[in-house]
């Protein structure tokens, strides 16, 4: 017969421990907590979230729009749609406010790149100008940001100031794709060169990261048709809904490539 002590604690594990008992390990959830524990992982998902909600909004007025001709609905107007654009802005002012310290990042990384340089001087040299086009982006996005009105204001400066500052941050963002995308490319060209002369184990790690390469580049080269749209005053599509379309699907591949990526080993030098 158990004593009172021990029936205390099997009533303490049943009434305290019972639910953290009822769930098992998870590799995913494990992987998902690392994941989403970092800047990028978080920043990944946000973006989806984002553009998922701006591309589905102006379909739900549509809809309501359709919906009030033929009867069923007393005004043509959509809550959700009110409700997803202003989350759509809320999630893009937090991301801009997490990415405030990125700047220390690509110090970090053109500090690495100088005293660990690749074997390429090609390749050294597209992750300097990397590391330079962040230089000028960071600065001039915070300007910008802080000049705005849900940016504060904190900084007041003329309006051509703070649209300069913001088409300026825009190019030299765009032009970190560009070289990014150059990047992958010549990285995906050594990695061709190194499968015929790989072992078996080396093989699956390059094709593991050629995967990787591929979303990668869907994403940075999805995502440069709206950077040029944001580098000119006024843009250049007319609808937002390409904007939104091609930014979710460059947010589902970063998304999907980060995720996959952080399973895998660094690339091979």
């Known amino acids: 017969m158990l004593s009172l002590k021990n029936q205390l604690l099997a009533v303490d594990d049943l009434l305290l421990g019972s639910i953290g008992a009822s769930i098992p390990p998870s590799e995913s959830r494990d992987h998902a907590v690392r994941f989403f524990s970092t800047w990028s992982g978080t920043d990944k998902l946000l973006m989806t979230s984002q553009y998922a ?7 739900l007025l549509y809809r309501a729009q359709l919906q009030f001709r033929a009867g069923k609905r007393g005004q043509p107007l959509s809550p959700s749609t009110d409700a ?3 989350f759509a802005g809320s999630v893009s002012v937090a ?4 990415g405030f310290w990125g700047i220390l990042g690509i110090m970090k ?4 790149l100088e005293r660990s340089p690749p074997a390429s001087r090609i390749a050294l040299n597209l992750g300097r ?3 330079l086009s962040m230089i000028v982006f ?4 915070y300007i910008s940001f802080f000049s705005a ?3 504060g204001p904190i900084l007041r400066i003329s309006p051509s100031a703070a649209m300069a500052a913001q088409l300026w941050s825009v190019r030299a963002w765009g032009l970190f ?16 060169h190194k499968e015929s002369e790989a072992t078996e184990d080396t093989l699956k790690a390059i094709k593991k990261r050629k995967h990787a390469i591929l979303y990668q580049l869907f994403a940075n080269v999805s995502r440069f048709p709206v950077i040029l749209h944001w580098s000119v005053v006024g843009g250049i599509y007319s609808s937002e809904l390409w904007t939104s379309g091609l930014s979710l699907l460059s947010g589902i591949a970063a998304f999907r490539g980060g995720w996959e990526s952080s399973r895998i080993p660094a690339p091979m030098k």
Do not use: D, T
């Open 53 to 59: 909600c701006k591309l589905v909004a102006p379909f």
């Open 84 to 86: 997803l654009y202003k």
């Open 95 to 98: 991301r801009r406010i997490m």
């Open 109 to 112: 990384s053109l500090s690495a």
């Open 129 to 131: 100008l990397q590391g």
């Open 138 to 141: 960071y600065p001039l996005e």
């Open 149 to 151: 009105p849900f940016g």
């Open 177 to 192: 794709v560009a070289l990014r995308i150059a990047e992958l490319c010549l990285e995906w060209m050594a990695l061709v």
